[in-house]
Structures are given as C-alpha cells and as structure tokens.
C-alpha cells in the first residue's frame, strides 16, 4: 500500500515553525514527510532531520525528499533518541522541532499492521516492527489488573474493569489472535445502550496501542530534551491527537516557561530556576473546518507551540 498520511495543521504548523532559510530544523515523526516537505522547500543553506520507527515511513519520506538531496538526512530511530542520534551527526542545537503525534493513514489502513478495529487482522499495533512486544502479547500477557490500569488510564474507558475481566475469561480457552476476536470480546463487556456512541472497542485499542508502544512515557520523556536542545528563538510545535498527551505537553511547556518553585507569597525567587522560554499558544490551535470536512481524522488534534527565549525569573 502506497503510503498515505494526511499532514494535520500543516500550514498553520509551517507558520509557527518560523522557518530560517539557513536553520537547522527536526521531524521526530516524519511520517510520509508532509511536514519535513515544507520545511525543506523553505531551506537554501539550512538542513533538515527526520526521524521516525517505522520502516515504511522512512521509505516514503526518503522517496519524497530525495529532491533536495544533501539538504536532508533520514534516521531510523525513536523520537525519544533525537538528541543523541542528532549529536552523532554532529548536530547539539536546532532552530525548530516538530513532532505529530498522530498514528498515519497507512498504519491505521494497512490491515495486517492489526492498529484498526475495521479490519479482522492480527493483534500487532507496533510502530517500530523491530521491536518484540506486540498487541498480542498485552492482550494475552497481562494481568487483569494491568489490563484494567491501560484501558482505564489510556483508553479512559468506564468500562474498562469489566473489558479486562472479560478478555481474561477468554483468553482462558484459547489466546486472542486477531482484531476482531477482541472486538467481539470487548463489546459483550459494554451495555448494550452504551454501543450507540462510536464503536465500542476504540478506547481499549488506543489504550492497547499507547501502552505496546510506550507513547505517553516517549513524550514525558523527550520534551525536555527537545526544549534544551532549541537555539534562542528556536520552536518547539507538537500536534496532539487526545486529551492524555495534551495534558503532557501543556505541563511541561508550562513547567520549562515558570520553573520557580519558590512558595507564592516570596517577595523574590531564591530557587534559582529559570525560565527557557516561553508558550506562545496559551489556547491550542485547531484545524479549520475545512481541514476537518477534508480529513475527519484530524478532528481531535491541537498545536502547542514552545519558543526558546531566555527571559526573566517569574517573580524578582
């Protein structure tokens, strides 16, 4: 299947980015290399670094950037790895960061990848197909207690104690093997009433596919590192797609712009921490209609946008 992938807040992702003609600039999910295409097609002496762990990504992306040859290097590897995997091309500092944190068209419509409900496949859900812990092996693998912890923490399921109880039971007789077996399984879990409100397994595949790929922990963990690795004025712009890595990245945009710890009522701030930059979407940006009635996938997404400024402590 050729590979398909929708790039969600383009423009509105290019404009914030700012993009130098002679900057340095980063993709941690390149995806089909929509973003990275209009970066690249702004650069003349800049260059340009996409990342991403799926191989039929790196494919496409190096199929459609081949046109501005040295300009561009391709990396197979986690996002989570960007800071090291950019200092062993001899890169310490860039001047924009962009990160979409959606799953692509291709992965969600090539069936035996196993991410979508719509399609009876095996239990897959990998990004990176190097790595060994699949769908599957959650599904079948895990207590009913952990079971329960994703659905309920990743999927926000309210049925998810009585979803974890009943893929236990069938996992007794035989181990799930396919999407559709753990449809059947999760919407005898779920009220008959409750099944009119979209399909009834989308929460528990979420939770499934953002614990087998460990994403809330990746984006806790690389945001930091991205926000240090920003020349001054340099961007961060990340693309959320749910509530959970929204959250995320609110916090700690907003921890990195006010990192005081200082009690309130302090005349001065003697903690010493400060401040590396600022957020300059108070309120997330969000598709227009049009985007929406165009791509209903891009429905739930938001862009935060980090500036790396030195700026003042919060309280003096």
């Given amino acids: 299947m050729e590979f398909k992938h929708y790039s969600v807040l383009l423009a ?21 290399g929509g973003h990275a295409y209009q970066v690249c097609s702004r650069l003349t002496t800049g260059r340009f670094y996409g990342i991403d762990q799926d191989d039929a990504a790196i494919r496409a992306a190096t199929e459609r950037l081949a046109s501005f040859g040295d300009k ?14 950019l200092a062993a091309e001899g890169v310490e500092k860039v001047d924009g960061i962009v990160l979409d944190l959606g799953v692509s068209s291709y992965q ?26 699949t769908a599957r092996d959650i599904v079948n693998g895990y207590s009913e207690n952990d079971l329960f912890r994703i ?20 996992r007794a007789d035989k181990p799930i093997e396919t999407t559709y077996e753990l449809n059947e399984i999760i919407r005898a879990a779920i009220p008959a009433k409750m099944r009119q409100n979209g399909h009834p397994s989308k929460q528990t595949f979420q939770a499934i ?5 460990r994403e809330l922990e990746v984006l806790k963990n690389s945001l930091d590192d991205f926000i240090e690795m920003l020349n001054p004025g340099g961007r961060l712009c990340v693309i959320t797609f749910h509530s959970l890595e929204d959250r995320i990245v609110k916090t700690i ?21 400060v401040s590396k930059g600022r957020v300059l979407t108070k309120k997330a940006i969000l598709p227009s209609e049009q985007e929406i009635s ?3 996938r891009s429905k739930s997404a938001k862009l935060r946008v980090f500036e790396a400024v030195q700026i003042a402590q919060a309280r003096r």
């Fill in 12 to 32: 509105e992702t290019i404009e914030q980015l700012h993009v130098k003609p002679d900057g340095i600039y980063a993709d941690g999910t390149l995806g089909g």
């Fill in 108 to 133: 969600l419509d090539t069936e035996e990848r196993g991410f979508s409900y719509r399609y009876d496949a095996p239990l897959d859900m990998r990004m990176d197909r190097r790595q060994t812990l």
């Fill in 72 to 85: 561009v290097t391709i990396l197979r590897n986690n996002y989570c790895n960007m800071r090291t995997a």
């Fill in 294 to 296: 165009e791509n209903s």
């Fill in 151 to 170: 659905i309920r923490d990743y999927g926000e399921d309210k049925f998810a104690k009585n979803i974890a109880k009943h893929i236990v039971r069938a």
């Fill in 253 to 273: 945009f907003r921890k990195n712009e006010n990192p005081c710890t200082c009690p309130p009522d302090f005349p001065v701030c003697v903690c010493g921490k």
């Fill in 209 to 213: 596919r953002i614990e087998c790929n």
